[in-house]
Antibody
Framework: EVQLVESGGGLVQPGRSLKLSCAASGFTFSNYYMAWVRQAPTKGLEWVASITNSGGSTYYRDSVKGRFTISRDNAKSTLYLQMDSLRSEDTATYYC??????????WGPGTMVTVSS | DTVLTQSPALAVSPGERVSISCRAS??????MHWYQQKPGQQPKLLIY???NLASGVPARFSGSGSGTDFTLTIDPVEADDTATYFC?????????FGGGTKLELK
């Protein structure tokens, strides 16, 4: 059974950093693209970043380029999202997803990030 | 970015057929996907590439369309289908989602 479990969310002040993790199991992690998708409270879904199966290429939405870094450790079957210079508009639930040709076939339960002073 | 437009809400009775539409601001070929999100849960993939049923999804769900106009159909609707349904395109960069259609059962 595919499982994705996020951790690392919490309350953080504007301008500070936070690192999210996603532990994957139930599939061969190194065979799949992975991605982060977020959802602001009572809002829709927004793709944040993706990474190829080897980690050799990464992709970001414009609003997080230069502030967020997606990475992975295939030996640990773990996906990461380093978030720097956080803004109030980054407040959202962050979902770890397994990517398939740029759609997302499995999602974790999400971790909440609140950026507020 | 490609904007996906969905109707905000629909209300149907159990046993009826419902069609949920998604219109793209530019062509997306057949690269449209559909997700179901129940309250307090993560989204779940229902349909990929316009008309392909995801693994484990009941055959009551189906998808159609190409280019700019797409439809998710549920027939017949069951009480458990109360949820918000999102479309997502992956043809144009960046991938984008529709605002969601909240399906309520009468």
């Amino acid at each position: 059974e595919v499982q994705l479990v996020e951790s690392g969310g919490g309350l953080v002040q504007p301008g500070r950093s936070l690192k999210l993790s996603c532990a994957a199991s139930g599939f061969t992690f190194s065979n799949y693209y992975m991605a982060w998708v977020r959802q602001a409270p009572t809002k829709g879904l927004e793709w944040v970043a993706s990474i190829t199966n080897s980690g050799g290429s990464t992709y970001y939405r414009d609003s997080v380029k230069g502030r967020f870094t997606i990475s992975r450790d295939n030996a640990k079957s773990t996906l990461y999202l380093q978030m720097d210079s956080l803004r109030s508009e980054d407040t959202a639930t962050y979902y770890c997803t397994r990517g398939r040709n740029w759609y997302f076939d499995f999602w974790g339960p999400g971790t909440m990030v609140t950026v507020s002073s | 970015d490609t904007v996906l437009t969905q109707s905000p809400a629909l209300a149907v009775s159990p046993g009826e057929r419902v069609s949920i539409s998604c219109r793209a601001s530019e062509g997306v070929n057949s690269y449209m996907h559909w997700y179901q999100q129940k309250p307090g849960q993560q989204p779940k993939l229902l349909i990929y590439k316009a008309s392909n049923l995801a693994s484990g999804v009941p055959a009551r769900f189906s998808g159609s369309g190409s280019g700019t106009d797409f439809t998710l159909t549920i027939d017949p609707v069951e009480a458990d289908d109360t949820a918000t349904y999102f479309c997502q395109q992956s043809w144009n960069d960046p991938p984008t989602f529709g605002g969601g259609t909240k399906l309520e059962l009468k």
